[in-house]
């Protein structure tokens, strides 16, 4: 079994190399194989590769640039995985494919379910839920995860801009009405591989070769991007490596309204993974402790080991 795997380079596509080994060759491709602007280079690497399954990581995800980037965005998170649908069914292949907590509009008091209306209030979450009609209107099976807050070693994420602050800053303002579920690339990528390797043993039942299963892949215990900003610092003081100036109680809680932005952000993300726990028979973990580890690895990282 064959696997194409797209944006290899990003915080998932890099953990995925690793998940999706033990399921088959993996042809891993970043922007300069596979560019997903370019709709016939997408074409071209399909159908040289003839993979079984497509496993597509990259998206346009400048949040505030998409605003002045419209359709670039659209190219790349709307159009290109229609055309990797299109391609899978040619194939008979089976696409993943992740989208965003971006496409609700943020005012539910509840996690939200994926049976909920959704209501993008951006550039960049319109162009992925658009990404993902895109995908269930070419048909054939595929997997659509929507994930929240993805932070890894790999790649930029807040999690690195929190620190990167914190080596200069005595204070920090944070955004405090914005509540989600911060979600570790590497829980991505091994869900990925649990769903491929159960859907290989014809599980979940009832699951056929012109389904779209949609599901929430975020991590346990939401929180604000102010306690989450806490945590990032109270952590690393904890973890030998970091010099920071800012402590944790000298980040600033703040509203939205304090902090605008070009794209408008859901004040709600939080992602109910019911549907996803049911059927891979799994328990969505903390996230704390992916960061924790992930801090040991940029100490040592910036450390020269």
């Not at 993902?132 to 932070?151: H, K, M, N, P, Y």
Request: aromatic share 6%.
């Amino acid at each position: 079994m064959t696997i194409l795997l797209l944006g290899k380079d990003g915080q998932v596509g890099w953990q995925l190399q690793r998940s999706l080994a033990p399921h088959g060759p993996v042809v891993a491709c970043g922007r300069a194989e596979c560019d997903l602007s370019d709709p016939e280079r997408i074409r071209s690497v399909v159908r040289e590769l003839r993979p079984s399954v497509i496993v597509n990581a990259t998206a346009y995800t400048a949040v505030d640039k998409a605003e002045s980037e419209p359709d670039l965005a659209h190219r790349i998170n709307a159009e290109a995985p229609g055309i990797l649908a299109e391609e899978a069914v040619l194939l008979g292949a089976l696409l993943v494919h992740y989208s965003t907590d971006y496409v609700y509009d943020g005012c539910k008091t509840s996690p939200y379910l994926e049976t909920d209306a959704t209501g993008p209030q951006s550039v960049y979450g319109k162009t992925k839920l658009a990404g993902e009609e895109a995908i269930r209107a070419a048909g054939g099976q595929s997997l659509i995860f929507r994930t929240s807050w993805v932070f890894g070693a790999r790649g930029g994420n807040f999690v690195k801009t929190i620190l990167r602050l914190a080596r200069d800053k005595e204070t920090l303002n944070v955004v405090d009405d914005q509540i989600g579920a911060p979600t570790p690339a590497a829980l991505i990528a091994t869900v990925t591989g649990v769903a491929l390797a159960m859907l290989r043993c014809g599980q979940p039942e009832k699951a056929d070769k012109n389904q779209s299963r949609l599901y929430h892949l975020a991590a346990a215990r939401p929180v604000s991007w102010c306690e989450f900003a806490r945590t990032i610092v109270q952590l690393a003081e904890q973890t030998p490596g970091f010099d920071l100036r800012l402590k944790p109680a000298a980040i600033r809680a703040i509203s939205t309204a304090e902090y605008p932005t070009p794209a408008r952000r859901p004040a709600n993300s939080r992602l109910d993974c019911t549907r996803l726990e049911r059927d891979f028979g799994l328990q969505m973990p903390d996230w704390e402790p992916y960061l924790a580890r992930m801090l040991q690895l940029l100490a040592l990282k910036q450390n020269g080991y």
